[in-house]
C-alpha cells in the first residue's frame, strides 16, 4: 500500500469541526447501553458533560437525558432503561484561539437515526 501524500494543513475552523465531531461521536458511541432511570439520568448527564469537558478544545458542554423517549422499563429492582440514541441530546462549543464551532448530536424521529449538526462555525463576532 502506498503512502498517501499529505494534503493542505487544515485551517483551526476545519480542525474544531473535526475536533466537535470526534467528540459528538465519542458520547455517542461510549455510553449507549448503560442502565439510566429519572432519578439517575441528571447526574449521568453531569458526568458526561465532565468528562466531555477535561478533552483539549471544550469551552461548554451540555448534556440532556430524556428517560421518557425510552423503551419500557424492567419491573422492581430491574426497573430502568438502557441510554438510548432517542434519550440523548448533546450540545457542545469548542474554541481554539478567536475560532469557534457550536454542534449538537440530537435524534432526528423522521430519520428514527441519531445525527450530528454544525450549529456555528467560524470566528466569534466580536463584543461590542
Do not use: C, N, W
Amino acid at each position: 500500500m502506498g503512502r498517501v501524500p499529505p494534503g493542505p494543513p487544515l485551517s483551526p475552523r476545519e480542525r474544531l469541526l473535526f475536533e466537535a465531531g470526534i467528540k459528538l461521536g465519542g458520547v455517542f458511541h461510549q455510553y449507549l447501553g448503560i442502565p439510566v432511570t429519572s432519578r439517575t439520568a441528571p447526574a449521568l448527564a453531569r458526568a458526561i458533560e465532565a468528562a466531555v469537558g477535561l478533552q483539549p478544545f471544550v469551552e461548554r458542554v451540555r448534556v440532556r437525558i430524556d428517560v421518557s423517549r425510552g423503551g419500557r422499563p424492567g419491573k422492581g429492582r430491574y426497573a430502568y432503561r438502557y441510554l438510548v440514541p432517542e434519550m440523548l441530546t448533546v450540545t457542545l462549543r469548542v474554541r481554539e484561539g478567536d475560532h469557534a464551532v457550536a454542534a449538537r448530536l440530537e435524534y432526528r424521529p423522521e430519520l428514527r437515526y441519531p445525527l450530528m449538526r454544525v450549529l456555528e462555525a467560524g470566528r466569534p463576532r466580536k463584543k461590542r
